[in-house]
């Protein structure tokens, strides 16, 4: 994995601008600790920083390669999964590899076959490519965002990059805000509507889609999205396509050349990645799997079962690392530094995040790369496979909102009326909605969906209809969210960490199983849990699905409600215009005495990590100078 910058101008020479391009590289370090490079001419620029996963010399970049009198200069940010298919069928066709990099393959594979080519990638990336003949940038990106990219458009110019604060260290472009920006900070955040990028004048290359910019302009297509297919296979025939799937999947992942493990929660997706993992290496002969888990310090004294942590995952840790025979690492943290982190986590994902739970895999992520370069993880699979709990619930089946976001006046009720009225939250967040709900790709013969009446929705085709919904929804809206976070914590500390649920080919077939099929004796996944069968001893397969841990320590709520106090009593903080401040303080007395379990955005966000949201919120403000419009 890498960081990427690119530049095309028409109105100046590029040449002159190098001081500009280094700066912007330079912020992506951590993304690429390893190597540095760049390419100028008076058109085009480009600026990269590697993190060395496969082929060290052969895979340098920028990398050039000349076709008759076009060269091609590319700059690549992620993972191919099918490098050899795509070097078989290139060497088919006469083309010589000076390495066995799949950076070479993708820049080759656009030589050969142009902007179609992202069509026969498999894998997770960001990349750009210049064309010096033509005079023509071609940008792409994975099919399901893995891997981030923004960029921003001015007059005769576009500037591109792997993360926002690389963007703002061009002079052209400022930190300014403007409605839709604070919007997306106070009432959708810690998530993203897809394609738009916060700051004034930035957006984001959404999934699944290509850029190509010329003097004649700009143009953005999408090359990939979820298409409808009747399913027809029985269900030992689904049963067997998942898992062929899935294990053809992992094993493609482990390719490295460096050292590799998995993140370990004893939950059922990321034992099934370790188990496959621990025999491939093993059959390998490379010893046993490192794996890896976080906890945090005198959390069993305070963990309280509910609906959404149903237990502790321990145990399950320990019973998986033994039965295939890993070499395990718990790395457990308190919470002093996991409310320090909140700052390091804010600016790895350039916006307010996840709280906690971006902070706590920042230092998960410091510690495994400590012994690792590349991880596999568990996640995507239960938006893959309907694992969350609003695909079962009425309330959420039923709602007129995003599901993980049931509970949205939990969060309003601490900001300022004056932000509010400028808001119209509920019309914005509807409106976001139904734009998502207009995406959705109808099955023939489905009709709309009545939310309002929990009783079309029982034993009905529209409930069919509505589970399709919560999918898409969740697929497109609430997984780019883990994503991202997965992608920032970790490669701000120069740990690439890959995603084998999120593999094109098991998102696409499972997209069009029927409900009945995927929920499989009224169990969350329980397909998956079938496909899985032998892969995991029968207790794993069939335990509660448990989400990503967060703390439970009654001292991270004292401590970010200490801070938070601190910051609301300091007139100068950039926050304060936001937020209702009599509301916050009652809050914040009676936070001791309200109950989990009603959280405001997905599963783990609810009072403390509201609390520590906010403070993300001014950090986030303050540090980056924000201006607003």
């Given at each position: 994995?890498c960081?990427?910058?690119?530049l ?6 590029l040449?002159?601008q ?5 700066q ?5 370090i951590?993304?690429g600790?390893?190597a540095?490079?760049?390419w100028i001419?008076?058109?085009?620029a480009?600026?990269h ?7 060290p010399?052969g895979?340098?970049?920028p ?7 076009h060269?091609f200069?590319?700059i690549?940010?992620?993972e ?8 078989q ?8 590899f ?5 950076t ?10 142009g902007p ?10 960001a990349?750009g490519?210049w ?16 891997k981030?990219?923004f960029?921003?458009?001015?007059s ?7 993360e ?5 260290q061009?002079?052209d472009i400022s930190?300014i ?5 604070l919007?997306?900070v106070?009432?959708?955040g ?19 889609h ?16 979820l ?6 296979d029985?269900l030992?025939?689904t ?16 390719v ?6 998995t993140l370990l ?5 990321s034992?099934?990645?370790t188990?496959?993992?621990?025999q491939s290496?093993?059959?390998d002969?490379?010893?046993s ?10 959390n069993?004294?305070?963990f ?5 942590q ?24 308190d919470?002093p530094?996991?409310v320090?982190?909140l ?13 906690d739970?971006?902070a ?16 596999l993880?568990?996640?995507c699979a ?10 079962h619930?009425?309330e959420a ?8 976001a049931l ?11 004056e932000l ?8 914005y967040?509807?409106?976001?909605y ?7 790709p109808?099955?023939p013969?489905t009709?709309?969906v ?12 529209q409930r069919?209809a509505?589970?399709?919904e ?34 094109h080919?098991?998102v ?26 032998g ?7 069939w335990?509660?699905k ?16 200490t801070?938070?106090s601190e ?8 926050i304060?215009?936001f937020?209702?401040?009599p509301?916050?303080?009652d ?6 005495t ?24 001014n950090y ?7 201006r607003f419009c």
């Open positions: 994995m960081g990427i910058v690119g095309v101008s028409w109105e100046h020479d040449t002159l190098k001081e500009v391009l280094v912007m590289t330079q912020t992506l951590p993304r600790p390893d540095e490079g760049y001419s008076p058109r085009a480009f600026g920083r590697r993190l060395v996963v496969v082929d010399q895979g340098c970049q990398m050039i390669r000349q076709r008759s009198e060269t200069t590319l690549y940010n992620g191919l999964y099918n490098t050899s298919e795509i070097r069928a290139l060497m088919s066709r006469g083309y010589h000076e390495g066995h990099s799949d070479e393959a993708v820049l080759l594979s656009y030589l050969e076959w179609s080519c992202v069509e026969r990638l498999n894998g997770i990336f990349f490519i064309d010096s003949q033509e005079q023509q940038l071609f940008v792409a990106r994975d099919r399901l965002g893995v981030p990219l960029y921003s458009q001015r005769g110019l576009i500037i591109f990059a792997s926002l604060k690389a963007l703002l061009h002079p930190p805000i403007g409605k839709e920006g919007a997306e106070f009432l959708v810690p998530a993203r509507t897809p394609g738009v990028g916060v700051y004034e004048g930035i957006s984001e290359l959404k999934p699944g290509i850029l190509l910019y010329s003097a004649n302009g700009l143009q953005i297509r999408r090359y990939w999205a298409s409808n297919d009747i399913h027809k029985d030992e025939t049963t067997a396509k998942i898992r062929d799937l899935f294990l053809d999947t992992v094993k493609r992942q482990l490295s050349d460096v050292p590799i493990g929660s004893g939950g059922l997706d034992s099934a990645i188990a496959i993992a621990a290496l093993a059959q002969g490379k010893g799997l490192p794996t890896f888990s976080v906890d945090y310090i005198d069993d004294k305070f309280h079962a509910n609906d959404f149903p237990g502790a995952d321990g145990p399950w840790i320990e019973r998986v690392s033994q039965t295939f025979g890993t070499q395990h690492t718990n790395i457990p943290f919470t530094e996991l320090e982190t700052k390091a986590a804010t600016l790895a994902r350039d916006l307010p995040g996840m709280a739970v971006d706590s895999l920042l230092l998960f992520s410091r510690e495994i790369k400590k012994k690792i370069t590349v991880g993880s568990g996640e239960d938006e893959v496979f309907g694992g969350y709990p609003w695909f619930r009425p089946l039923n709602a007129q909102t995003f599901p993980w509970h949205v006046e939990n969060r309003l009720q601490v900001l300022s009326p509010l009225e400028q808001l119209q939250p509920h019309d967040l509807s409106r976001r139904e734009e998502a709900l207009a995406e959705i109808k099955l013969g009709s709309s009545n939310h309002q009446d929990s009783r079309t929705l029982q034993g009905n085709p069919e509505r589970i399709r919560i999918t898409y929804l969740t697929l497109t809206r609430f997984m780019p969210t883990l994503l991202d976070r997965k992608d920032r914590m970790t490669m701000a500390t120069g740990l690439e960490v890959r995603v084998p649920f999120c593999d080919r098991l696409e077939y499972a997209w069009n199983i029927p409900w009945e099929m995927k929920a499989l004796e009224g169990r969350e996944k329980g397909l998956l849990r079938r496909a899985l069968s892969i995991l001893p029968d207790d794993v397969l335990r509660r448990s989400p990503y841990p967060k703390t439970h320590h009654p001292s991270y709520l004292i401590a970010v409600r801070w938070l910051i609301i009593e300091d007139k100068t903080s950039p304060l215009p937020v209702n401040l509301a916050l303080r809050l914040m007395k009676l936070s001791d309200i109950p989990s379990g009603r959280p405001w955005f997905g599963q783990l966000m609810d009072i403390p990590q509201l609390f520590a949201y906010l403070i993300q919120v986030w403000l303050l540090e980056n100078k924000i």
